[in-house]
């Protein structure tokens, strides 16, 4: 069956490390993306991708980065990671086409002490 | 820019009963998706039901069903017969015409307590 995965599914860094998120998905979507959830705040993008070399920036962008090199993978890259990025990241996929849904991976806890 | 509005932080409902989640939001956009998801203690996102604004049908999905008004741009979530199953947080999206980019607009989510 197709899936998309995240890993790891926990990590705890240190401030100023570079951290990369990993996200691969085997449904063969075009579009990918990145979103953080905070309490209160739901869930808020942080990056998306339409196809492979394109990416764009979402509404909470400083301090991530993305690339896509490949349809399956969009590893986020935290540059030097910071406390205000302590959250949970999810990874989604979904087509271009008008009726469908967006799926999600599980989840990564990320805490920055 | 779109926003979405999930006004109710905390609700709970006595088990086999009823209860409604509220959210609207704002957009000028005429032609738009609307989902709610709920999330359990695992994390997982999963999509209860979906809304295309174009259809005036509300949605239904087994116990699940939607009160859509678009004029009010609001977007209700009805559960019926409320199991123990059905706690957890539930977030309502936006998300704008397929031809203008597929990502979410998320609320800021309501968590159900289902009381045995």
């Known amino acids: 069956d197709a899936e998309i995965t995240q890993s790891p599914r926990h990590k705890i860094t240190e401030t100023g490390r570079q951290v990369t998120l990993a996200c691969h998905q085997t449904?063969?979507?075009?579009?990918m993306f990145w979103y953080r959830q905070d309490l209160g705040h739901g869930l808020r993008l942080i990056h998306y991708s339409y196809g492979v070399q394109d990416t764009n920036k979402g509404e909470v962008s400083d301090g991530y980065s993305v690339s896509r090199s490949n349809t399956e993978d969009l590893p986020l890259t935290l540059e030097s990671a910071a406390s205000s990025q302590t959250s949970v990241y999810f990874c989604?996929?979904?087509?271009?086409?008008?009726?469908?849904?967006?799926?999600f991976g599980q989840g990564t806890r990320l805490t920055v002490v | 820019a779109q926003t979405v509005t999930q006004s109710q932080p905390e609700m709970s409902v006595q088990e086999a009963e009823t209860v409604t989640l509220s959210c609207t939001y704002d957009t000028s956009e005429s032609d738009y998706y609307l989902f709610w998801y709920k999330q359990p203690p695992s994390r997982q996102m999963i999509l209860v039901i979906r809304q295309e604004a174009y259809k005036q049908q509300n949605a239904t999905e087994n116990r699940f069903s939607v009160n859509f008004q678009k004029a009010a741009k609001s977007f209700s979530l009805k559960i019926s017969d409320s199991q123990l199953g059905d706690a957890a947080m539930y977030f309502c999206?936006?998300?704008?015409?397929?031809?203008?980019?597929?990502?979410?607009?998320f609320g800021g989510g309501t968590r159900l307590m289902v009381k045995p």
């Open positions: 999206a936006y998300r704008r015409p397929y031809n203008a980019g597929n990502m979410l607009t």
């Open positions: 989604a996929s979904s087509e271009s086409l008008r009726n469908t849904e967006a799926f």
């Open positions: 449904w063969n979507h075009n579009n």
